[in-house]
């Protein structure tokens, strides 16, 4: 029985990326879709994920860095890899010798990785990063200041192959005028930069620039890829964000933990660290086998939390600990140890969902999903019941 296998777990359903994969499809038209993997694929799972989407008929990936995409090679993943972030020089041989593609964070960082190149006379396969806006990384190509030259020079390095290019959105989830007329700003100038490398004669290669929120409201922009992360997970970062699209996701992730305890107290007694919690009247407390180490976050405590237990909300009290927090079960009858808790999905019809713990905490999903420990079991869903420790 999966109620005995731990103390707390996540259950993720990867047929439902095939489902949502095609909600994003209907989105983007032409454009395809590059699988975004990285920090474990936001705590689902980035090697079942990959291979879920490949699949869902996805050809290239993204990660953050070059040990994560060395590992999705490592467990027989062929398909391409673009790693969105730095490489340290030290490390630059993974990417011959994993066939991975790199960004160019800058261009004094493509001279670097091309004089490696040059003198191990081998080419390296690359992606040029242009900085419309968002001031992270990537050669700046903005309103006030354009360096095409440096984007040029970039192609023309002699053992770095710049087949592809892209830029990144940082206000495409907000429709505020402003926010509004910045994100076109940046498709203007991202557009401008590829009418430039033309006229110089050079192929930009594979083009992409839009991010789980470009693909909701600037849906069809005629790129190569867009780079959905959350998404094919079936979440968005904040549900109370007004979109321009009306995508039927289906969320993959579940996350349970068993009761380890169930007690009486009296009115006056009080309940965790800190003492924060008072008894106002006679009450049943059930212990959860979860906590902030397994990533449910501290400042949740005492906020009105609630898990599902037999199907019913019950509100969280006192401070979340680090391996438990407690819950009021005043009103269920029959609540006992081994019961099960649902924290995020659902129970006996009733719903808990990420964004109300995101919200409750003042972060995002794509926060609050990356932070689950690895010490939580990822269980796969296997048909109605069946599971499989990945």
Same mark, same amino acid.
């Given at each position: 029985?999966?109620?005995?296998?731990?103390?707390?777990?996540?259950?993720?359903?990867?047929?439902?990326?095939?489902?949502?994969?095609?909600?994003?499809?209907?989105?983007?038209?032409?454009?395809?879709?590059?699988?975004?993997?990285?920090?474990?694929?936001?705590?689902?799972?980035?090697?079942?994920?990959?291979?879920?989407?490949?699949?869902?008929?996805?050809?290239?990936?993204?990660?953050?860095?070059?040990?994560?995409?060395?590992?999705?090679?490592?467990?027989?993943?062929?398909?391409?890899?673009?790693?969105?972030?730095?490489?340290?020089?030290?490390?630059?041989?993974?990417?011959?010798?994993?066939?991975? &593609?790199?960004? !160019?964070?800058?261009? =004094?960082?493509?001279?670097? @990785?091309?004089? #490696? +190149?040059?003198?191990?006379? *081998?080419?390296?396969?690359?992606?040029?990063?242009?900085?419309?806006?968002?001031?992270?990384?990537?050669?700046?190509?903005?309103?006030?200041?354009?360096?095409?030259?440096?984007?040029?020079?970039?192609?023309?390095?002699?053992?770095?192959?710049?087949?592809?290019?892209?830029?990144?959105?940082?206000?495409?989830?907000?429709?505020?005028?402003?926010?509004?007329?910045?994100?076109?700003?940046?498709?203007?100038?991202?557009?401008?930069?590829?009418?430039?490398?033309?006229?110089?004669?050079?192929?930009?290669?594979?083009?992409?620039?839009?991010?789980?929120?470009?693909?909701?409201?600037?849906?069809?922009?005629?790129?190569?890829?867009?780079?959905?992360?959350?998404?094919?997970?079936?979440?968005?970062?904040?549900?109370? &964000?007004?979109? !321009?699209?009306?995508? =039927?996701?289906?969320?993959? @992730?579940?996350? #349970? +933990?068993?009761?380890?305890? *169930?007690?009486?107290?009296?009115?006056?007694?009080?309940?965790?660290?800190?003492?924060?919690?008072?008894?106002?009247?006679?009450?049943?407390?059930?212990?959860?086998?979860?906590?902030?180490?397994?990533?449910?976050?501290?400042?949740?405590?005492?906020?009105?939390?609630?898990?599902?237990?037999?199907?019913?909300?019950?509100?969280?009290?006192?401070?979340?600990?680090?391996?438990?927090?407690?819950?009021?079960?005043?009103?269920?009858?029959?609540?006992?140890?081994?019961?099960?808790?649902?924290?995020?999905?659902?129970?006996?019809?009733?719903?808990?969902?990420?964004?109300?713990?995101?919200?409750?905490?003042?972060?995002?999903?794509?926060?609050?999903?990356?932070?689950?420990?690895?010490?939580?079991?990822?269980?796969?869903?296997?048909?109605?019941?069946?599971?499989?420790?990945?």
């Amino acid at each position: 029985m999966l109620e005995a296998y731990s103390r707390a777990w996540i259950e993720i359903d990867y047929d439902a990326i095939a489902h949502n994969v095609k909600e994003i499809q209907k989105l983007i038209g032409k454009t395809k879709i590059m699988g975004i993997v990285k920090a474990n694929a936001y705590g689902h799972g980035d090697v079942e994920c990959t291979r879920a989407l490949i699949k869902s008929g996805v050809d290239l990936f993204g990660t953050s860095s070059v040990d994560e995409a060395v590992h999705l090679r490592k467990n027989g993943i062929e398909q391409d890899i673009l790693i969105l972030g730095y490489t340290p020089p030290e490390h630059f041989h993974y990417l011959v010798e994993e066939n991975l &593609i790199q960004t !160019l964070c800058s261009y =004094d960082y493509a001279c670097k @990785l091309n004089a #490696y +190149a040059s003198e191990n006379d *081998v080419t390296v396969r690359a992606h040029v990063k242009v900085d419309t806006g968002m001031n992270r990384i990537g050669v700046k190509y903005q309103k006030e200041e354009k360096h095409m030259d440096q984007i040029l020079a970039e192609y023309r390095l002699s053992n770095v192959h710049a087949e592809g290019i892209f830029s990144h959105f940082p206000v495409s989830d907000e429709l505020d005028t402003d926010s509004l007329s910045f994100t076109k700003q940046q498709i203007s100038l991202f557009k401008e930069v590829l009418e430039n490398l033309k006229k110089e004669g050079i192929d930009p290669g594979l083009k992409h620039i839009q991010n789980s929120y470009g693909i909701l409201n600037y849906m069809d922009l005629g790129m190569d890829y867009c780079r959905p992360g959350l998404l094919y997970m079936g979440v968005t970062s904040d549900d109370t &964000i007004d979109i !321009l699209s009306k995508p =039927d996701f289906i969320p993959i @992730l579940s996350l #349970y +933990a068993n009761v380890s305890m *169930v007690k009486t107290i009296e009115p006056g007694m009080t309940v965790s660290y800190g003492r924060h919690f008072t008894a106002q009247k006679p009450m049943k407390v059930a212990t959860l086998a979860i906590g902030y180490a397994d990533g449910v976050p501290r400042i949740l405590s005492n906020k009105g939390f609630e898990v599902l237990i037999h199907g019913k909300r019950c509100r969280q009290i006192g401070n979340i600990c680090m391996d438990q927090f407690m819950v009021d079960v005043t009103e269920l009858e029959d609540v006992k140890e081994g019961d099960v808790a649902c924290l995020i999905g659902v129970q006996s019809g009733q719903r808990v969902t990420v964004d109300t713990i995101s919200r409750m905490a003042h972060t995002i999903n794509n926060e609050t999903l990356s932070a689950f420990a690895a010490r939580l079991p990822r269980l796969q869903k296997r048909g109605n019941d069946e599971k499989k420790e990945l």
